[in-house]
């Protein structure tokens, strides 16, 4: 019962962390990248720019102990769901913020070498886009994460270890995200992860992702408050030992 107890209590304090992490990278990265001359801020505003990618690891990297601290309890409900949710979380979407963290500091000698005037204008903007917001690693990123969400919702849904309007809200919100995010990898509709993206997709995705947002962080206060309930992991057992009898 009591190591139910601190790994609800760490998932949802890790799940907190990664959210303000996520957070805090956009408002310190929005106003240089987001910028017309983004290149020129960037060389004026290097600091930003790491600060920003420390950001982005922590999120990634708070997020990556999730799947590694719950899979104690995930497996006894389902081990092949807990495994796919520790490789889709806890390793390709770990994977995904790193390589984001590294493109956001190549932006640096980058925006050196555009001022200086040892890349054109045109060919630094195009490095500068490729690596800032390029719309088929941001699709690819986002599938994996929607993938892991939707394994861990099905798992807590499946076991009522928490409520069952909390995973089933999950549920439905990275559907949607997974399905708007598959159809723009394809090129079937429009939408990138800048703020000043408009149209009737961009608002789906927004609404998507910003419901999954809002799940995640219901969940985690619920963990911490509420934690695991225990009933659905402690019984398997039992039947398991009467049905061997």
């Known amino acids: 019962m009591q ?5 609800a209590i760490a998932v949802g304090v890790l799940y907190i962390i990664g959210t303000l992490s996520g957070i805090l990278s956009v408002l310190v990265s929005t106003p240089i990248m987001d910028a017309p001359d983004f290149l020129s801020r960037i060389a004026g505003n290097e600091h930003g720019i790491i600060l920003g990618a420390l950001f982005v690891l922590s999120m990634g990297l708070s997020l990556a102990l999730v799947p590694v601290v719950a899979y104690p309890i995930l497996k006894k409900v389902n081990e092949f769901l807990a495994l796919g949710y520790l490789v889709f979380r806890g390793a390709l979407e770990t994977f995904t913020y790193m390589a984001m963290a590294v493109c956001w500091l190549l932006l640096l000698p980058l925006g050196q070498f555009y001022r200086q005037g040892k890349l054109d204008e045109s060919t630094a903007y195009a490095l500068g886009n490729i690596l800032y917001e390029d719309k088929q ?13 939707l394994m861990f919702c099905t798992i807590l849904y499946r076991s009522k270890l928490i409520p069952r309007w ?13 399905g708007t995010c598959i159809r723009g990898m ?20 927004d609404v998507a992702s910003g419901s999954l947002a809002l799940q995640e962080m219901v969940m985690a206060v619920w963990l911490i408050v509420k934690g695991f309930d225990p009933s659905p992991v402690i019984s398997r057992p039992a039947r398991q030992i009467l049905d061997t009898e």
């Open 137 to 149: 690693i941001f699709s690819i990123g986002t599938i994996v994460f929607t993938l892991g969400a």
């Open 3 to 7: 190591s139910h107890r601190r790994i």
């Open 166 to 178: 909390i995973s089933a809200w999950g549920l439905a919100a990275a559907g949607l995200y997974l």
């Open 186 to 205: 394809f090129g079937l509709v429009e939408f990138n992860m800048t703020s000043d993206s408009t149209g009737a997709m961009q608002t789906i995705v």
